[in-house]
Structures are given as structure tokens and as C-alpha cells.
């Protein structure tokens, strides 16, 4: 936190949720004395995707790797499906998640035609949870 005097401010460098909570300024002089307040609140932002993987059309064989960006606040975790099922904890498949980014590695040979890869993307409010997703974003067609 950096206290100016010319001109008089405040600065908060690298705002983090520990910054929130009401800020008081206060003035005087030998006659009088003035204040101000302003709460600081970190607002809650639903996820937005900001790069998700498109249609392809792929032979059996190599891995396929699918790619999602979301931003949010507080940052939110990915869910990934296929055929609406959880993509199952097994060493085939490969799911990185980290604070913005969402991917999935599968093998080729496992999705046959005509099935469906989803990724949904939740933040968890103060409010309750926003979940954006759901919707399918794209159809992989193996041949």
C-alpha cells in the first residue's frame, strides 16, 4: 500500500481479497475537520469463456487435446464430460486444470463418432455457485 501526500491518495498495488473493507480519509485544520469512507468490495464475476476448442474432424490415433480459457471471479474450476458423463480417473486420459485454463487430453480411439465432448466452467460465489456451461461446445467426429 502506497500513501501519496501530493496529491493526496491512496494506492493499493496488486489488489488482493484481503485489501476489501472500509477506507476513511480524514482532514483537519486549527477550525474544522472532514472525513469520507468508501467501501472497497472485491464483486463477484460468473465465468467467461474466453477460448474454447472448435469442430475437428480427426482419423483414430493420435491423442486429442481440448482447450479452454475462463476467466472469473473467484477463478473457476472446469468440469469436463463425454456422452454427459465425468471423464473417468483413468492414466488415458490427461485433465489439467489450472486458475483460467481447462484441458483435456484424450486418445483418438476412444471417441467413436457422433459422441460429444462438453466443458463446463463453475465459480463458486459468495452468493452461491454460477455455473456457465452446459452447453456443448463442440462435436468431435472420428472417421
Known amino acids: 500500500m502506497e500513501v501519496m501526500v501530493e496529491p493526496p ?8 481479497k484481503e485489501d476489501r473493507g472500509m477506507y476513511q480519509c480524514v482532514t483537519s485544520n486549527n477550525w474544522d475537520q ?15 469463456l474466453i477460448y474454447w476448442f472448435s469442430e475437428q474432424t480427426l482419423q483414430p490415433g493420435p491423442t486429442v487435446s481440448l482447450k479452454c480459457v475462463a476467466t472469473g471471479n473467484p477463478p473457476p474450476q472446469f468440469t469436463w464430460t463425454l456422452d454427459g458423463f465425468a471423464i473417468p480417473d483413468h492414466p488415458r486420459f490427461l485433465v489439467v486444470s489450472a486458475v483460467i485454463v481447462g484441458i483435456l487430453c484424450i486418445p483418438a480411439d476412444l471417441v467413436r463418432d457422433g459422441r460429444e465432448i462438453f466443458m463446463r466452467a463453475i465459480t463458486l460465489t459468495r452468493r452461491g455457485s454460477v455455473v456457465f456451461g452446459g452447453f456443448r461446445l463442440s462435436h468431435y467426429v472420428f472417421r
Open 34 to 48: 472532514a472525513q469520507a469512507t468508501a467501501e472497497l468490495d472485491m464483486g463477484d464475476a460468473g465465468p467467461e
Open 9 to 16: 491518495r491512496i494506492t493499493i498495488r496488486r489488489l488482493t
